[in-house]
């Protein structure tokens, strides 16, 4: 079955530190790759996505992610977080041979903790 | 402005009761969807409908109920049959394009007492 793993459920950083958060999933043909953050107690918003085209990826808030088909992961990284970027980031996949019956499957989530 | 909207907010109910989440949606997508979200476990698929007046079981569908009776809504109903209601329940749509990207509303949290 296709699925998403998410390597690091926690990650603690300091402010102005550079940050992964890491992605694979279990198969590269045709995939749609998303990246999404979900503060305390609200609904998820895009940060950024994979469609196609270049491999490399950015959000307008400084964070970027690269789609590494040999390796099959969609890390997210930023070079200096700040502590509004603590929130929950979750990866999402769908594969674009899952026909009319296509859903994303989620990772489980990674929490990121930024300490002054 | 468009977008996803969902009420209550948070929402307190006596076990044995069902509870209908409401779900409305203004940006013309054909397909909506309806997660459960506990610590730790990521989002958990109930229920989606890829266009009206009809539906699909997601991955926990037990103790859940919906209907899409319209475009713009898909309200789902947590029955008493539904052992451990309490959660985040999230609410999203999408265009329905190959890319399924998906736009959430702000949630639900149901707490049953």
């Known amino acids: 079955a296709q699925s998403v793993t998410q390597l690091d459920s926690q990650v603690p950083v300091f402010e102005e530190a550079p940050v992964e958060l890491r992605c694979n999933y279990s198969?590269?043909?045709?995939?749609?790759l998303f990246w999404y953050v979900q503060y305390p107690n609200q609904g998820l918003q895009l940060l950024l996505k994979?469609?196609?085209?270049s491999t490399l990826v950015e959000s307008i808030n400084g964070f970027e992610a690269e789609f590494n088909k040999s390796q099959t992961s969609f890390h997210l990284r930023k070079p200096s977080v700040h502590i509004s970027d603590t929130a929950e980031y979750f990866c999402?996949?769908?594969?674009?041979?899952?026909?009319?019956?296509?859903?994303?499957?989620w990772g489980l989530g990674t929490s990121l903790a930024v300490n002054p | 402005d468009g977008g996803i909207t969902q009420s209550p907010k948070y929402l307190f109910r006596k076990e044995g009761q069902n509870v209908t989440l409401s779900c409305e949606q203004n940006?013309?997508?054909?397909?909506m969807y309806w997660y459960r979200q506990d610590p730790g476990q990521g989002l958990r698929l109930i229920y989606y409908?890829?266009?009206?007046?009809?539906?699909q079981k997601g991955d926990i569908a037990e103790g859940y109920s919906v209907s899409r009776e319209k475009k713009e809504s898909f309200p789902l109903t947590v029955t008493s049959a539904q052992k451990n209601p309490t959660a985040f329940y999230l609410c999203?749509?999408?265009?329905?394009?190959?890319?399924?990207?998906?736009?959430f509303g702000p949630g639900t949290r149901l707490t049953v007492l």
């Open positions: 994979y469609l196609s085209g």
């Open positions: 198969s590269s043909v045709s995939v749609y």
């Open positions: 999402a996949v769908t594969w674009g041979n899952a026909g009319n019956n296509r859903k994303l499957i």
């Open positions: 940006l013309n997508h054909d397909a």
């Open positions: 999203a749509s999408s265009s329905g394009s190959p890319y399924n990207e998906q736009f």
């Open positions: 409908s890829q266009i009206v007046n009809d539906f």
